[in-house]
Structure formats: C-alpha cells, structure tokens
C-alpha cells in the first residue's frame, strides 16, 4: 500500500522548544489528519484538515494542508514532556475511503 | 460516547492455533479498516469494509487471513493457523465518510498478538 514521505523520522529536544514535521505525497489528498500514539495504546487524531491551504490550530498544535494538496506539516509549540510519542500523518482522497499512513515521526522531550 | 472497542487487547498463543480479533466501530460509522502494525513495517492496511461489504482486502498477507463483518456494529479478524510473523498489533479504526465528503479515522487501543 501507498506510504506517506514523513520527516524528520526522530527528534530529541529540549522541553520548551518548538517542534516541527511534515508528510509529502505523490497523490493529492482531500483530507489531511494528524496522529499522536502513545506507547501502548492507538493512535489519537489530533488535528484534521480538510481545504488546501488550511491552518489548524488545536491548543500549542497547529497543522497546515499544503497548497499543493500533496503535503502537510505538524508543528507543536513550547513542547513539554507529556508531548513524547509518535505522531502519524495521514491522508485521504476524495473517492476512496482509503487512508494513508506516514512512516511516523518519534519525539522525545527533553526535560 | 464510546470508542472503538478492541478485544482481546493481548493475546499469547502458540503457533498453529487459530486467533480470533474482534471490532465493535463506533456508532454510526460506515466503514471499518483493519490494520496492523510492526516496528519494520509501520501501519498497514490489512482490509476496509464500507457499508459492512469489504471493498480492499489487497493487504491481507495471505489466505491464513481472513475477515468478516456480519453487522455494521461487529467484525472479525481471524487468523488460522497462526505463525510466528503474524506477532503485532492489530488495530481496528472505524470512519464515517459519505461519497465524494472527508472523513475522520478513529482507532481502537488495538489488540498485542504473540505467537510463539
């Protein structure tokens, strides 16, 4: 199955640095979805984007849908500790009902 | 509202023995995608249904893989006979999504499987 580009593949920083990922795609999607995934348990939308151009905020999250509809990145500000885990892109198209999954980025946070 | 709700959430088996996975998607969703995920091999789509009809199974690994969606509030993953490779995390996610619309994916806490 198609695979989304994900980067960076890992990060270590410092708790109170900002943070930054984006997925590329040779397809263009309608639907952009961000994840987080704790050790354990399943993945947990965080933000979903649905226009070209979109930016989305959800608290120190925000998420872009590229203009080009093939890309979206994920930035968290001001991390903190409670921000380790993996985060998944995710992308959709129009007609069909099929998600596609980045490779996933794994974030420390540094306390 | 409750989730999607996975059962077993882990499950130790010996090789050869048949493994049943089940999948209760939210309320209202129209379609059901299972997948399964590895440390070499991340997210993988093992087979969505939509409207309870499976529509791509092209994920599913082999013929030892097999699942069914008997309502639109229940379905199965079995796996028979099991094998070593088949140890993994196996998620169920459920969407609501009307033709041409977006949808959201929502995942269940998954099910650890382990074959010895």
């Known amino acids: 199955g198609q695979q989304l580009n994900q980067s960076p593949q890992s990060m270590f920083i410092q708790e109170g640095e900002d943070v930054s990922m984006n997925c590329t795609s040779s397809s263009i999607f309608n639907t952009w979805l961000w994840y987080k995934q704790d050790p354990g348990e399943g993945p947990v939308l965080l933000i979903a984007l649905y226009k070209a151009g979109e930016l989305t905020s959800n608290g120190r999250l925000t998420a872009q849908f590229g203009i080009t509809r093939k890309d979206s990145f994920l930035n968290i500000s001001a991390s903190i500790p409670s921000d380790v885990g993996i985060y998944f892109c995710?992308?959709?198209?129009?007609?069909?009902?099929?998600?596609?999954f980045g490779t996933g980025t794994s974030l420390t946070v540094i306390p | 509202d409750a989730g999607v709700i996975q059962s077993p959430r882990h499950e130790v088996t010996e090789m050869g023995q048949e493994v049943t996975l089940r999948c209760k998607p939210i309320s209202g969703h129209n379609s059901l995608f299972w997948y399964r995920q590895t440390m070499m091999r991340g997210l993988e789509l093992l087979i969505y249904f939509n409207n309870n009809v499976p529509i791509d199974d092209s994920g599913m690994p082999e013929d030892r893989f097999s699942a069914k969606m008997p309502n639109a509030s229940f379905s199965t993953l079995k796996i028979q006979p099991s094998e070593p490779r088949d140890s993994a995390v196996y998620f169920c996610?459920?969407?609501?999504?009307?033709?041409?619309?977006?949808?959201?994916?929502?995942f269940g806490e998954g099910s650890r499987l382990t074959v010895l």
């Open positions: 996610a459920s969407s609501f999504k009307l033709a041409g619309g977006p949808g959201e994916l929502f």
């Open positions: 995710a992308g959709q198209g129009r007609i069909v009902n099929q998600f596609y």
